[in-house]
């Protein structure tokens, strides 16, 4: 991809799944990363991978639901960096609950948190700084969650369709010099498809999902290396989805 090599890259939800192989794909075209979850540990075992690939890399531990933490880690990428030029808002969350009646308003807030809050907020720091410097580029990670909701996954469905709509009004806020996309991901196995009925989904996948399977966490690597490069630079406020064609 072109455009990628020596760019830095702050990623949330760095650590691990989606996240994890996003930064080692973003590494692998020479990108500086800052990896950033609320595990400072599991950031650190991506970095040594991360480095092991000859780039740099800052773990930092940092709840994305907590407004002023954002604020100090993205003083401390760009104390480190000088620069960010590729942010992905990564980072989510999707618990389960026994039913709509059940969900507390603690639940409700910490989903809207980690998957809408927290991207505002990065988005409009970080694109505020990119806007003033060279421009840049923003990734939302959503989910076709937010454009076929379950009643399973509710306050998440309504969180990530606001994801999307902050995609394409940063998009216009903040154009023409930082470009704002959201991959819409589909079922992915990452940590978060331990909690599903394997032989379920599987049934599943295979009547819904053309690819009659799960993606693995590598699947989504291209999409976000294409958004952030050069080749897509007529592109910005797109939903593009990644989902095995499950729509
Ligand atoms: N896997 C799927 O099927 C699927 C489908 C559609 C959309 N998505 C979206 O894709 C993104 C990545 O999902 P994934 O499957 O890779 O999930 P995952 O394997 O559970 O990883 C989640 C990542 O986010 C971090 N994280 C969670 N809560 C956080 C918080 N409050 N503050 C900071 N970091 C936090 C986790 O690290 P810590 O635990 O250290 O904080 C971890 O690095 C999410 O936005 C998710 O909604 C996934």
Not at 82 to 89: A, K
Not at 96 to 125: C, H, M, T
Not at 135 to 164: F, M, W
């Amino acid at each position: 991809m072109k455009g990628l090599k020596d760019k830095v890259v702050l990623i949330t939800g760095g650590s691990r799944g989606l996240g994890r192989a996003m930064a080692l794909g973003f590494a692998g075209q020479g990108a500086p990363i800052a990896i950033v979850s609320r595990k400072l540990e599991v950031c650190q075992e991506t970095a040594a991978e991360v480095e092991a690939l000859g780039v740099s890399a800052f773990p930092y531990a940092c709840h994305v639901g907590h407004w002023q933490e954002l604020d100090t880690m993205v003083d401390a990428v760009y104390e480190r960096f000088g620069r960010v030029d590729v942010l992905i808002n990564n980072a989510g969350m999707s618990p389960l609950y026994e039913s709509l009646d059940q969900v507390s308003e603690d639940l409700f807030d910490k989903i809207i948190g980690v998957n809408l809050k927290g991207p505002f907020r990065l988005s409009a720091n970080v694109g505020a700084r990119m806007m003033r410097g060279d421009g840049g580029n923003i990734i939302n990670i959503s989910s076709t969650a937010s454009v076929r909701p379950s009643p399973n996954a509710e306050p998440y469905g309504a969180a990530k369709a606001g994801l999307n709509a902050i995609t394409q009004s940063f998009a216009s806020a903040y154009g023409p010099r930082v470009r704002v996309n959201c991959i819409m991901a589909g079922p992915f196995l990452t940590d978060i498809s331990k909690a599903w009925d394997m032989e379920s989904f599987k049934r599943q996948a295979e009547r819904t999902i053309p690819l009659k399977r799960g993606g693995q966490p590598e699947e989504i690597v291209g999409a976000a290396l294409y958004l952030a490069s050069d080749e897509a630079s007529f592109t910005t406020g797109a939903l593009l989805a990644v989902d095995g064609g499950n729509h």
